[in-house]
């Protein structure tokens, strides 16, 4: 099979997972309110105009214009005493608190600093000297083609890896780097959520999956101790093999890349604690989308918030549909159940991505202006080309590469 039939195949497989998802995920969206009966007879279809939880009835307007006022005690309440109402699309949007939508914009559009800062901070480390607003743009760049570009949540990575190449001789680092910082990303994300569901009661829906993500941060521990560990190098791995392979300095080059930052542990607690508080600032914008649609949200269960929501985090980073469509939705339909309706629990989806969507904006005048493009100081202060040489070992700090920033 060629590299071409291989890719076209796997389109196939990324559009029917993505339709099938879907398909799963509509099933009892509804656009109108339904009402329960406290006798469980047939629904009542409308949308919900008075909706005072202090009043003593509910008026349901009519798909025939005309309104019915329903008293409480004749809907059917749920385990928690509440009454069994599911809001359709409509009432979801138009009682969607506005300002707390405005505010989810304003809280995600400053994740991007701290995630430029730690991108600086990783590349630092690598002796690659990139300026703060360098990184920024790279990160408004790569924030954008990530949500807007068929190819998946990788796209803006891959723009990144070949721009941040410009800026630097240290080609090989620098790429590497990239995919160092979504490593990083995720693994601490991956511990945060671990240590979430190890110390929830063990009553909580999030303790059914402490045995899932400590499992996962186990073989991660493990992966990499067995990589760093000297004697298991020497031993394991088959260097005389490796070495013929056209890439071995390059390989190399990556390798000495991934020990270099392991082995800065100052730079790596700094840059796990700012990954935290990004992450817990993106979730701040998710759970005020939840809030603003009318989910069940509230202090009590906000880490149930942040551990799903991240879940479909880790959900849109695998391969399949574009942007995990379809794919996150499901997830969401099925860990967001109990706190709303099947059509809130979509408008959170499709919230929460227009709100993404929405900050990564300027990424797009980034791209459109070439702004990411490094200029250097003069022509007699530009690096040496990059020649693929690995066995030059000093240390990257004696190796720095300043810029210009324009």
């Known amino acids: ?46 949308i919900v105009v008075d909706d005072d939880p202090g009043a003593e009835s509910i008026v349901l307007e009519l798909s025939e214009g005309q309104r019915e006022v329903v008293k409480r005690s004749d809907i059917a309440t749920d385990e928690s005493g509440a009454p069994e109402i599911t809001y359709g699309l409509i009432s979801t949007w138009r009682k969607a608190g506005k300002w707390y ?99 929830s009661p063990s009553d909580s829906r999030l303790a059914a999956f402490k045995f899932y993500f400590l499992a996962m941060l186990g073989i991660g ?38 020990r270099v930052l392991a082995g800065s542990p100052l730079t790596l607690v700094n840059v796990f604690l700012l990954t935290v508080f990004l992450q817990a600032m993106a979730i701040g914008a998710y759970f005020t989308v939840a809030v603003a649609l009318g ?27 574009p942007q995990g469509l379809g794919t996150v939705e499901l997830a969401y339909r099925y860990f967001l159940a109990p706190f709303g309706s099947p059509s809130q629990i979509i408008c959170v989806a499709f919230a929460i991505r227009l709100v993404v969507l929405t900050v990564a904006l300027p990424g797009l005048l980034v791209t459109l202006t070439g702004s990411y493009k490094p200029r250097m100081a003069t022509a007699g202060d530009e690096a040496a080309p990059d020649t693929g040489d690995a066995s030059a070992e000093a240390p990257p700090a004696a190796e720095k590469h300043e810029l210009v920033t324009s």
């Not at 993505?18 to 109108?32: K, R, S």
């Not at 004697?231 to 890349?257: A, K, N, Y």
């Not at 989910?295 to 549909?321: C, D, H, K, M, S």
Request: net charge positive.
């Open 101 to 199: 939508l405005l505010l989810a914009v304003v809280i995600h559009f400053f994740v991007v600093f701290p995630q430029a800062l730690r991108f600086q901070w990783m590349l630092r480390v690598q002796g690659i000297m990139v300026g703060y607003w360098e990184s920024l743009k790279l990160a408004f760049a790569g924030n954008f083609l990530n949500f807007a570009t068929p190819l998946g949540s990788n796209a803006g990575d891959v723009f990144k890896a070949y721009f941040v190449s410009l800026h630097t001789d240290r080609k090989t680092e620098a790429v590497t780097t990239v995919v160092l910082d979504r490593i990083v990303g995720l693994v601490s994300l991956l511990i945060v959520v671990a240590a979430i569901t190890t110390f």
């Open 221 to 258: 521990l493990v992966a990499a101790v067995l990589y760093l560990a000297p004697p298991v190098r020497r031993r394991l791995v088959p260097w005389s093999w490796l070495s013929r392979l056209p890439m071995f300095e390059q390989l190399q080059r990556i390798d000495r890349t991934a």
């Open 1 to 46: 099979m060629t590299s071409r039939a291989k890719k076209r195949l796997f389109n196939v497989f990324r559009i029917t997972l993505c339709v099938a998802a879907l398909a799963i995920v509509i099933q009892g969206v509804t656009i109108h309110d339904h009402i329960t009966p406290a006798d469980r007879s047939a629904n009542l279809v409308g």
């Open 295 to 321: 989910l069940t949200a509230n202090r009590g269960n906000v880490l149930e918030y942040y551990t799903y929501f991240y879940t479909g985090v880790l959900i849109q980073a695998l391969p399949g549909p």
